[in-house]
Each structure stands twice: as C-alpha cells, then as structure tokens.
C-alpha cells in the first residue's frame, strides 16, 4: 500500500513564498504524482503534476504558471511544491497525491490519482 503525508504551509502574506512538501512511502517506485487545492466552496482544481521517470517533464494549471514549481528528490521520494508571488486567492486546502506506475504525460485530473494526502492548509492575506 501508499501512504502520502504531506508538511509545510501555513499562513503567509500576499508576495510572500511558501514550500510545501509530500513524501509517498510503500509500493511508489516510479510513481506520477502532482499537487491539487481545493478553496471553501470551489472544486478541487489541479495546480501542478509531474512524470514518473525522472525526466522531469511538468504540468501546470495556467492560473499558477510562472508561480508555482513542482519538483522531486527521487533519493528521498519528496515531492515539493514551491509557491512564490502568493495571492490570496492562492488561499486552499492543498492536497498531495501519488498514482503509483509509470506515466510520461503529468495529468492534473484527480481521478488519475489513487493515494492522497491528509491536506495542508494555505493562507494569504492582502
């Protein structure tokens, strides 16, 4: 089985930067992963995805284009999500979530995920 915990997040102010972080332990060699938010009375909107081999290949919603970076420590099994320039509409519960196998193309589709984290909460004040 998969287990995703995620850290990091929290509160900070519009501009600022924040990291969040995931590590997916158990049956995750070669795992697509990506990060997804979900704001009070929105739907779950898929921010950033990345492949499962290591190329480095990356996906991310328009809204977050230029601001958010997806990457992965394949030593520690880490995934990260650096925001930078928030805004306080960047302001949600966001999720980690882990498809274990091998996939060329990042999806920002939360159906294609099967393993999720517990959420960390980020908020941006004007």
């Known amino acids: 089985d998969v287990q995703v915990a995620q850290s990091g997040g929290g509160a900070a102010q519009a501009g600022g930067s924040l990291r969040l972080s995931c590590v997916a332990s158990?049956?995750?060699?070669?795992?697509?992963m990506g990060w997804f938010r979900q704001a009070p009375g929105k739907q779950r909107e898929g921010v950033a995805a990345?492949?499962?081999?290591?190329?480095?290949?990356?996906r991310y919603a328009d809204s977050v284009k230029g601001r958010f970076t997806i990457t992965k420590d394949e030593g520690t099994n880490t995934l990260y999500l650096d925001i930078n320039t928030l805004r306080p509409e960047d302001t949600a519960m966001y999720y980690c979530a882990a498809k274990p196998g091998i996939c060329w193309i990042p999806s920002l589709r939360g159906t294609d995920y099967e393993y999720w984290g517990q959420g960390t909460q980020v908020t941006v004040s004007s």
């Open positions: 158990g049956s995750t060699l070669r795992s697509c």
């Open positions: 990345i492949d499962s081999e290591s190329v480095g290949r990356t």
